[in-house]
T-cell receptor, first 110, second 116 residues
Framework: GENVEQHPSTLSVQEGDSAVIKCTYS??????FPWYKQELGKRPQLIID?????GEKKDQRIAVTLNKTAKHFSLHITETQPEDSAVYFC?????????FGKGTTLSVSS | GAGVSQSPSNKVTEKGKDVELRCDPI?????LYWYRQSLGQGLEFLIY????????KSGLPSDRFSAERTGGSVSTLTIQRTQQEDSAVYLC??????????????FGEGSRLTVL
């Protein structure tokens, strides 16, 4: 079936380093790609999203890139801080549903 | 209310019992989703409601799962004859977008279900 693959499942970085999380999707009709952050014990919250008519979007330390031809998109976090530690989920619109990847646990050590 | 409200926050039940989980979305939001989050797993799509349209039930894992949304607002997810593999956090989310799959989802705190 239609799905979203996310890699890596875990990522450990030192404070100040960059972190990159990658996702691929299967439905060429997908046109909306959000990223959600879920801190321990809390609900997922939207941090950035991109639509298919845009190749890159940036918001302070986070950026998302989209390659529609290859059907993959990535989240980039620069100058990581301990408070960036969380689980990050990518998602893609597939039909009427928003399908999520399995998540990446990011750990930032100081 | 100010956000998506779910109840109960925790539910412990015995195998074979039926459970009902409730979601009260943000007022005015026409799109409503149910997701399931098992330990170490992602957000598994279950069902999507949009206004008065027929729901997208393609994510429901078995016929023991059903959901309804009354009056375009409150939704109830029902699991019949619960099994241990049903243990998970059930998350509800709502969106103001006419096409809910292309707008920000606002999640509730979730209902943690434990089936003994």
């Amino acid at each position: 079936g239609e799905n979203v693959e996310q890699h890596p499942s875990t990522l450990s970085v030192q404070e100040g380093d960059s972190a990159v999380i990658k996702c691929t999707y299967s439905d060429s009709a997908s046109n909306y790609f959000p990223w959600y952050k879920q801190e321990l014990g809390k609900r997922p919250q939207l941090i950035i999203d991109i639509r298919s008519n845009v190749g890159e979007k940036k918001d302070q330390r986070i950026a998302v890139t989209l390659n529609k031809t290859a059907k993959h998109f990535s989240l980039h976090i620069t100058e990581t801080q301990p408070e960036d530690s969380a689980v990050y989920f990518c998602a893609a619109s597939i039909g009427t549903a928003l399908i999520f990847g399995k998540g990446t646990t990011l750990s930032v050590s100081s | 209310g100010a956000g998506v409200s779910q109840s109960p926050s925790n539910k412990v039940t015995e195998k074979g019992k039926d459970v009902e989980l409730r979601c009260d979305p943000i007022s005015g939001h026409t799109a409503l989703y149910w997701y399931r989050q098992s330990l170490g797993q992602g957000l598994e799509f279950l069902i999507y409601f949009q206004g008065n349209s027929a729901p997208d039930k393609s994510g429901l894992p078995s016929d023991r799962f059903s959901a309804e949304r009354t009056g375009g607002s409150v939704s109830t997810l029902t699991i019949q004859r619960t099994q241990q593999e049903d243990s998970a956090v059930y998350l509800c989310a709502s969106s103001s977008q006419a096409s809910g799959s292309t707008g920000e989802l606002f999640f509730g705190e979730g209902s943690r279900l434990t089936v003994l």
